[in-house]
């Protein structure tokens, strides 16, 4: 089968997927055939050619944690074990979000939702500070890339694919939803504590003393 041959999104798929290695290449086009995503067709020429099933995104279709007899699961799976436990915790609570990058704050989010609410408030700045040591140390090892200023993502699709597999359904839905919540919750922080700049500069703007020297004066006498 030429290079040439392959469609363009399943190209994309496999690179992905596989990282370059050849062999995560090979097992990969073997499970799209046997669960019959991809097929090979051949010409009138007889040329062959890999066509995607009714010309679909097969990493729409197809649940990658779901290849446990394959190498390239095997050795994610490993790479997942073989971290520490908050390190581990790390890596499943930023697979469960579908974007790319993760920031500091959904994951403090997310940590909050499996635990207790007072032990939070106990150990706040503490915990933090340690989820963020945690993640650099990720970085060190080559499971996150660090994108910006405390945002994090993982670097392997693969990995990403396998650490959500081990997060439960249920866990991962209180995981999302105590982080939106924590979104809304800094935002709506946000517009007050602008809102009460904006009311005290404006207090300050119309009260009769104001720009006259008076407050300043006054001041000075207090301190004689």
């Known amino acids: 089968v030429k290079a040439g041959t ?13 990282e370059g290695n050849a062999l995560f290449t090979l097992e990969t086009l073997n499970e799209l055939l046997r669960e019959e995503l991809i097929q090979i067709t051949t010409d009138e020429r007889g040329n062959r050619e890999i066509v995607s099933k009714d010309h679909a995104d097969p990493g729409s279709q197809v649940n990658v944690a779901k290849w446990e007899s394959t190498s390239m699961v095997t050795s994610a799976l490993m790479r997942v ?10 890596v499943k609570l930023a697979s469960v979000f579908t974007g790319n990058t993760i920031s500091m704050s959904d994951l403090s989010a997310s940590m909050k939702a499996s635990r ?4 939070f408030d106990e150990r706040r700045v503490v915990d ?15 499971v996150f890339n660090e994108v910006g200023d405390a945002e994090f993502a993982i670097r392997s699709p693969l990995l990403k694919t396998v650490a959500r597999s081990l997060v439960l359904k249920g866990q991962s839905l209180k995981v999302k939803k105590s982080t939106l919540l924590n ?8 517009m007050e504590t602008t809102s009460s ?21 006054r001041r000075s006498q207090m301190w004689e």
């Open 81 to 90: 074990e073989s971290l520490t436990s908050d390190q581990q915790k790390c």
């Open 197 to 217: 700049d904006n009311s005290a500069k404006e207090t300050l703007r119309k009260s009769p003393t104001a720009g006259n020297g008076y407050g300043r004066r």
């Open 183 to 190: 979104r809304a919750r800094n935002m709506l922080m946000k």
């Open 128 to 142: 933090d500070l340690h989820l963020l040591l945690t993640c650099k140390t990720l970085v060190k090892l080559g």
């Open 116 to 119: 207790s609410e007072s032990a």
């Open 6 to 18: 392959f469609p363009r999104i399943l190209l994309s798929f496999v690179t992905s997927l596989s």
